[in-house]
């Protein structure tokens, strides 16, 4: 079974500070890789997804992630933070079977001081 | 606009008392899921549907119900709800499979 781990419960920078968000899963084949964030009130919205091709995938909001197979690991990083950055950050893999259904990690809160 | 619309926002309901909140998308979407989304456990999937009558259980599918009559809508039942059923639910879907999800409002359920 497919399974996705944030280590990081809160993580707090400085704006205008570099971030980067961890994600580490567990599968044995190639997964569907995704981030999501979610601001508080609302509901989650695709920041990023990986399946193949280049490792490093460009998002909306300025966000980019990694995928390194060696280190199973799909980490989320922006190079400057906005104070609007502040919400709930998951990470999700996609696991097989024909559909593909996401298994999300518990998150991550992004705290961002002025 | 395109979007995956929930009902109600907020409920607060009574032990044992049947409910229903509903889902629509208008994107022609195949795949759809329920969440809950509970403080420390992030999301976890209640069930999935791949298609109309095509439903099947996720991680924690005890005390729902779900039905996939129409492609655009994905109703959750809860026939009998319990205050550990009290959780923020989300609605989602997505074109196919690896797609990301396009995700509802949510639904904020309090059963007293």
């Known amino acids: 079974a497919q399974s996705v781990t944030q280590p990081d419960i809160h993580i707090t920078v400085s704006e205008g500070a570099s971030l980067e968000l961890r994600c580490n899963y567990s599968y044995g084949a190639t997964p569907y890789l995704f981030w999501y964030v979610q601001s508080p009130g609302q509901g989650l919205q695709l920041l990023l997804k990986y399946f193949s091709g280049d490792t490093l995938v460009q998002g909306i909001k300025g966000f980019e992630a990694e995928f390194k197979r060696s280190q199973s690991s799909f980490n989320l990083r922006k190079p400057s933070v906005h104070w609007s950055d502040a919400a709930e950050y998951f990470c999700?893999?996609?696991?097989?079977?024909?559909?593909?259904?996401?298994?999300f990690g518990r998150g991550t809160s992004l705290i961002v001081h002025p | 606009e395109a979007q995956v619309t929930q009902n109600p926002r907020y409920l607060i309901t009574v032990t044992g008392k049947k409910l229903t909140v509903t889902c629509s998308q208008n994107m022609n979407h195949e795949y759809m899921s329920w969440y809950r989304q509970d403080p420390g456990l992030g999301l976890r999937q209640i069930y999935y549907s791949m298609n109309v009558e095509v439903t099947d259980k996720g991680d924690v599918p005890e005390g729902y119900k779900v039905s996939r009559k129409e492609k655009r809508n994905f109703p959750l039942i809860l026939e009998s709800p319990s205050p550990n059923q009290t959780s923020l639910y989300f609605c989602a879907s997505r074109p196919g499979t690896g797609d990301g999800y396009t995700f509802g409002s949510g639904t904020r359920l309090t059963v007293v």
């Open positions: 999700a893999v996609g696991r097989s079977g024909g559909s593909y259904i996401p298994t």
